[in-house]
């Protein structure tokens, strides 16, 4: 499995961005996907998961009312929106993806959960 992340840029406080990641994987929805993010400095944090169907969703808090994520299993793209970007929101995004199929995924904010990993795309926020 292959993940292309893409979508992001420079933006101005409040902003919005939609990142997208795209897996060259076949089965797609056998497979749960995730956001993470860095910053410069700073651990590697959880901002959003998505089970296999979409059915099933979790946020970070502090995106918790701006982030959303959805998916698209027939193109085998996740999409993460990001609306009224923060400066704390600016960071290296990544997405992530393991195979579940169906399985519930406790831990789902734990990279140890995500096998394979897009490269990343560089999210800034200008105040």
């Known amino acids: 499995v292959q993940l292309q992340a893409s979508g992001g840029g420079l933006v101005q406080v409040g902003d919005s961005l939609r990142l997208s990641c795209t897996s060259s994987?076949?089965?797609?929805?056998?497979?749960?996907m995730g956001w993470f993010r860095q910053a410069p400095g700073k651990e590697r944090e959880f901002v959003a998961y998505?089970?296999?169907?979409?059915?099933?969703?979790h946020y970070r808090d502090s995106v918790k009312e701006r982030f959303a994520i959805s998916r698209d299993n027939a193109k085998t793209t996740v999409y993460l929106q990001m609306n009224n970007l923060k400066p704390e929101d600016a960071a290296v995004y990544y997405c992530a993806a393991d195979f579940s199929r169906g399985v519930y995924i406790a831990r789902y904010y734990s990279s140890s959960e995500y096998r394979y990993w897009g490269q990343g795309t560089q999210v800034t926020v200008s105040s």
């Open positions: 998505i089970s296999g169907t979409g059915q099933v969703k």
């Open positions: 994987g076949q089965n797609f929805n056998w497979y749960h």
